[in-house]
């Protein structure tokens, strides 16, 4: 087999690798690092794809390698994540624990992912990347700023064992979420596309309000990825209601 075709798997080892360094600046306390370390595992999770697609080096093993680094990066990374956030806010308890479910519910929608025809195009459910970029994100705000409303809602011990439990049952949901990405087969004016370029026009938004608060470049991220869960349940209700 020829070198280039190992270059998509060795990408995505990279995403792995991030992945796990990221669980363990949690546990030392470094969720500001964990966050930067998901970002990374993030932007190889996106190259390996690419280069799999131009390098035309697809393979059995690249798909469950990709799962299986998903799974750390974005399942136990943002669990371990939350569940360091509440400790460090209001110490050691059972509490603390909740979050983690949000990596059993992962490693489902991963499995699921796999082995489900129906989501080559758009997604079945919250895809883990999206998951993990709202506890992340989250994660990072609060952590930087602890003087912020969301660290507040942080010591209340309910509002991120909720959160982790409602974002766990969207990971496995039937609800239809388009994917980010633009495709060739995707025309211009089709509703696929319009949504597409609508979700980036509320990230311009979210970028612009962020900016004029003077918030923390990390809410932008948490403001798209809201949004994003937003937009697909607001057009899954208004579908289910005319029908």
Not at 11 to 23: A, D, P, Q, R
Not at 50 to 72: E, I
Not at 78 to 91: F, H, T, V, W
Request: aromatic residues 12%; hydrophobic residues 55%.
């Amino acid at each position: 087999m020829k070198i280039v075709k190992h270059i998509p798997n060795t990408i995505t080892s990279m995403n792995l690798l991030c992945g796990v360094l990221g669980v363990i600046a949690t546990l030392r306390g470094d969720i500001n690092i964990a966050f930067c370390l998901m970002l990374a595992a993030a932007v190889f999770d996106f190259c390996d794809g690419l280069s799999a697609r131009l390098l035309n080096a697809y393979s059995d093993l690249g798909k469950q390698l990709d799962s299986l680094a998903d799974m750390v990066s974005f399942g136990i990374l943002p669990s371990i994540m939350l569940y360091k956030l509440m400790e460090i806010a209001n110490g050691e308890s059972v509490w603390c624990y909740i979050p983690l479910v949000i990596a059993v519910f992962s490693a489902l929608r991963l499995a699921k992912f796999n082995i489900d025809e129906r989501q080559s195009d758009n997604f079945i459910g919250l895809a883990t990347p999206a998951c993990a970029m709202i506890c992340g994100s989250f994660a990072y705000y609060v952590s930087i700023d602890p003087s912020s409303v969301m660290y507040t809602w942080t010591t209340t011990r309910f509002f991120i064992p909720v959160g982790s439990v409602i974002l766990s049952l969207l990971l496995v949901s039937e609800i239809p979420m388009f994917s980010m990405k633009f495709k060739k087969n995707i025309k211009a004016g089709t509703p696929i596309h319009k949504q597409r370029v609508a979700f980036f026009g509320v990230i311009f938004v979210a970028a612009i309000l962020v900016i004029l608060l003077g918030l923390n470049w990390s809410m932008i991220i948490l403001l798209t990825f809201v949004s994003y869960i937003v937009m697909n349940l607001g057009e899954y209700f208004l579908l289910k209601r005319k029908h």
